[in-house]
């Protein structure tokens, strides 16, 4: 298996779990958080959803889906590529709100077919490629695609066990 294959098998994973966390509830039951201050299923798919449009569209040096889309207001949001959830007070977070779990779908769709086509293009070596070099030590390009699915496969955990507890 070559790492392109390896990266869409792990990749693909993410659209089931993120069915699976959403498929049924209303735009109430998306919104309710399980505990005063704790994220509801609607703002952690929401966010994990953002994570990655903002992080694969600076990858690609293109603007995010969620801009060019025009998705905010699909989520009571204005269209901000800032906006992805990073920093949220309890406030911010109580102040997504998906319009329905079809809202939340095809964002996710549309993020997750650019992030296939992207996977789709690379080489081993492009892996090795700096990204980021705000840190210590400098992120690659293989890291940052590692840490974009961590943090989609964790925040899509917490979305199916949120629902679990509704």
């Given at each position: 298996m070559n790492v392109t294959e390896l990266l869409t098998e792990a990749y693909g994973r993410l659209p089931d779990l993120v069915r699976g966390a959403v498929d049924g509830l209303t735009p109430e039951q998306l919104h309710s958080p399980p505990a005063e201050d704790a994220n509801p299923v609607g703002w952690l798919v929401w966010h994990l959803t953002r994570v990655q449009d903002s992080h694969i569209a600076e990858l690609l040096g293109e603007d995010q889906l969620y801009v060019t889309g025009d998705w905010g207001p699909r989520f009571g949001r204005t269209?901000?590529?800032?906006?992805?959830?990073?920093?949220?007070?309890?406030?911010?977070?109580?102040?997504?709100?998906?319009?329905?779990?079809?809202?939340?779908?095809?964002?996710?769709?549309?993020?997750?077919a650019r992030t296939l086509a992207y996977l789709e293009g690379l080489k081993p070596e492009d892996l090795d490629r700096v990204v980021d070099e705000n840190w210590d030590p400098p992120v690659t390009l293989g890291v940052r695609l590692i840490s974009i699915l961590?943090?989609?496969?964790?925040?899509?955990?917490?979305?199916?066990?949120?629902?679990?507890?509704?």
């Open positions: 269209s901000d590529a800032h906006d992805t959830g990073y920093g949220h007070s309890a406030k911010d977070v109580a102040a997504v709100r998906p319009e329905n779990t079809r809202a939340l779908l095809d964002y996710y769709d549309a993020v997750h961590d943090d989609d496969v964790q925040h899509a955990g917490q979305a199916a066990y949120v629902r679990g507890l509704l």
